[in-house]
């Protein structure tokens, strides 16, 4: 069974810095990932879609990579704004079945 | 303006009281899931459906039950809802197949079960 892990539960840091996020799962037999965003009480916001065959996937600010055979991908958020504060989560699918992590908690102090 | 949209946003109900959350979409995607979202867990799907007529368990169906008869409505009924199915519940759709496609999110629907 697919399980999807993300580390940090939850970040700080100071506006202007450059973050990590990671997130990895343990069966490599998948389709995608995307990274998502999620304000409080609202939906998810799809940021990034890497296809299994590609390696990384860039917008904006934001760069996804994705290490499939490691079980690995990390978001890397180039100089980090307050309004990128929000719930970042990571989901990867095979035939229709999605599998998301628990999010991590960014939070971007001025 | 190309959206998911979830019915009823907030709804509180007794034990065993059926009930349905409606899910429509105006994008004419194929693929339409539903997800419940409990703190510390994430989310995790329900049912998906790849196209009209073709549903499919997820992670964790019990309890719940899907149909897709149209293309753009994929509704979720709880025959019997116990408290264990309080939770946030989001619809979403893509295009044709999750697998390659970005995924459109409803904004939720907050159901508690008393």
């Known amino acids: 069974k697919q399980e999807v892990t993300q580390i940090p539960a939850a970040l700080s840091v100071p506006e202007g810095e450059n973050l990590v996020l990671n997130c990895s799962f343990t069966?490599?037999?998948?389709?995608?990932l995307q990274w998502f965003r999620q304000d409080p009480g609202k939906g998810l916001t799809s940021l990034l879609l890497?296809?299994?065959?590609?390696r990384e996937q860039t917008s904006g600010r934001l760069n996804a990579s994705l290490d499939k055979s490691s079980g690995r991908s990390t978001l890397y958020i180039a100089a980090s704004q307050p309004g990128d504060s929000a719930t970042y989560l990571c989901?990867?699918?095979?035939?229709?079945?999605?599998?998301f992590g628990a999010g991590t908690r960014l939070t971007v102090k001025p | 303006e190309a959206q998911v949209t979830q019915n009823p946003r907030y709804l509180i109900t007794v034990t065993g009281k059926k009930l349905t959350v409606t899910c429509s979409q105006n994008?004419?995607?194929?693929?339409m899931s539903w997800y419940r979202q409990d703190p510390g867990l994430g989310l995790r799907q329900i049912y998906y459906?790849?196209?009209?007529?073709?549903?499919d368990k997820g992670d964790v169906p019990e309890g719940y039950k899907v149909s897709r008869k149209e293309k753009r409505n994929f509704p979720l009924i709880l025959e019997s809802p116990s408290p264990n199915q309080t939770s946030l519940y989001f619809c979403?759709?893509?295009?044709?197949?999750?697998?390659?496609?970005?995924?459109?999110f409803g904004e939720g629907s907050r159901l508690t079960v008393l």
């Open positions: 069966d490599s037999a998948i389709y995608n």
């Open positions: 979403a759709s893509s295009l044709s197949s999750v697998d390659t496609g970005e995924l459109f």
């Open positions: 989901a990867v699918s095979r035939s229709g079945d999605m599998r």
């Open positions: 890497i296809q299994s065959s590609q």
């Open positions: 994008m004419n995607h194929e693929y």
């Open positions: 459906s790849m196209n009209v007529e073709v549903t």
